[in-house]
């Protein structure tokens, strides 16, 4: 079965300085991964995928995240970490070979940009 | 880019009466949606797969006829909270598959029943 992994509950980063949100996965197969971020009371604004090709993923708001096989990894970074970056950040994971549709969801990860 | 459209974006209601949320794909056509639940600090767990034309999919624990689900159509899929007690009170968001390997979601429902 599939599962996903953020390890940190919260993240907190001074303004300005390079900022990164884990994931790791297990899945039976390749898999489409994918970053979302949620604001308050507020549904979830896409990021970025990786679904082949380049591992590096460039995405929205200047994020990024780098797709590591061997360790199973899915990294979110971002160079310089902007105030209004502040949020809860999800990984997903769908896993294509056991024929699932839907993704499936890390616990998520709130980060907290220090001005 | 593909937009998903979700009514209401609060509601309260009392219990023993029932909600209906709605769910758009406003530019794309979407054959399956989504139906997500979140509780406070929590991730977002799958309530059911929607396909349009036919049943839902429900995931373990859900109870289909508490939450009903219908897809009538290639851009709407819609829930509806039966009977609704304080304890279905939460956070429900729509996705939708678009037709470029990605999912797009919906601002989400905040359901209080009181």
């Known amino acids: 079965a599939q599962s996903v992994a953020q390890p940190e509950d919260q993240v907190n980063v001074a303004e300005g300085n390079p900022l990164t949100v884990k994931c790791t996965y297990s899945v039976s197969g390749n898999p489409y991964l994918f970053w979302y971020v949620q604001y308050p009371n507020r549904g979830l604004q896409f990021l970025l995928k990786y679904i082949t090709g380049d591992n590096l993923v460039k995405g929205s708001y200047g994020f990024e995240a780098e797709f590591n096989k061997s360790q199973t990894s899915f990294h979110l970074k971002k160079p310089s970490a902007l105030v209004s970056d502040s949020a809860l950040y999800f990984c997903a994971v769908r896993d294509i070979p056991t024929g699932a549709n839907n993704l499936f969801f890390g616990t998520g990860t709130r980060l907290t940009v220090i001005p | 880019g593909a937009v998903v459209s979700q009514h209401p974006s609060w509601v309260i209601c009392k219990s023993g009466t029932s909600v209906k949320i709605e769910c758009r794909s406003l530019d794309f056509q979407a054959t399956t949606m989504f139906w997500y639940r979140q509780f406070p600090k929590q991730s977002l767990m799958l309530m059911a797969t929607?396909?349009?034309?036919?049943?839902?999919?429900?995931e373990q624990g859900v109870e289909k006829d508490k939450f009903l689900i219908n897809h009538a159509s290639l851009t709407l899929s819609t829930l509806t909270v039966t009977s609704a007690h304080p304890e279905d009170s939460s956070f429900y968001i729509c996705s939708a598959r678009d037709d470029g390997f990605g999912y797009t979601f919906g601002s989400g429902t905040r359901l209080t029943v009181v």
């Open positions: 929607s396909n349009e034309g036919s049943k839902a999919t429900y």
